[in-house]
């Protein structure tokens, strides 16, 4: 949608976004015709409130990533460079500072961080099952710095190795994502192996699937893995006969979509 003030409203700027103001006064270009910023006229004449610069907060900080073998060229933590943190490499890479104005577009690239730095994770959790090391954090980040379709590119290249992997492989690397006893308790644990459990499985399957399905559709199947696998467990009691991501890839025919 375009918008644009209508003058014939005591307002002309009622019902626009938020953002609008920034963005005008953002990329406004004074000419000896017209010397004066638009906003400025409406901040003037009470349309408006003055813009203000939007900065950036500071980002949610993730939990420690795995740590990669010996001569995998990984961060073995959350840190990147010595003294400069992952956010802030991010944002130099993209070219941006840590702080300071941003415009839309800017703005929806700084917000890639939180997704890139989850797939780098996820890389590392399912290296064993790919073979490869998804390397440093820095260079890491130029594979899909900002761009949320590569980003979920990558989140099917991982899933799809998840289901391209013999029983045994999985059960190696405890990304089996079924009920076990645990060994402490003496109870049956429902959330599956893995270090986050079945929320894990879940995240995969909404980011690696988003391309297919969208991210409603994805969305709405990962949160019915739990429930697939109760079935999985009344049809295949024990999961002798089916493992349990394999009875998902079958059952709904996933191997087409990744």
Known sequence: MVWKPDFSKENPYEGMPDYYPEMVEEYFVPTAANPTSPIATAVEAGWIDEPTPTVLPTPTVLPPTPTPPAGAGGLGGTTG????????????????????????????????????????????????LRQTQ?????DYIG??????????????????????????????????????????TGEMTYGGEGAQGMSQLQDLLTMGLRGAWGPQGAGRFAQRAP?????????????????????????YNLGQFI
Do not use: C, H, V
Not at 161 to 179: H, V
């Open 143 to 184: 594979s899909a710095a900002g761009q949320m379709g590569q980003i979920g590119q990558g989140a099917q290249n991982i899933l799809s190795s998840l289901f391209g992997a013999t029983p045994t492989q999985r059960m190696e690397q405890g990304l089996t994502y079924e009920p076990y006893l645990d060994p402490m």
């Open 134 to 138: 998804p390397g440093a954090w820095g």
């Open 227 to 251: 429930a697939e696998q109760q079935q999985w467990q009344l049809q295949y009691p024990g999961g002798q006969e089916q493992n349990f991501i394999d009875y998902i890839r079958e059952k």
């Open 81 to 128: 460079i010595e003294g400069i943190s992952p956010f802030t490499q991010y944002m130099q890479q993209i070219g941006l500072g840590a702080g300071g104005y941003f415009n839309p577009a800017q703005r929806y690239q700084a917000a890639q961080y939180d997704p890139l730095r989850w797939l780098y994770g996820q890389a590392q959790t399912y290296a064993p």
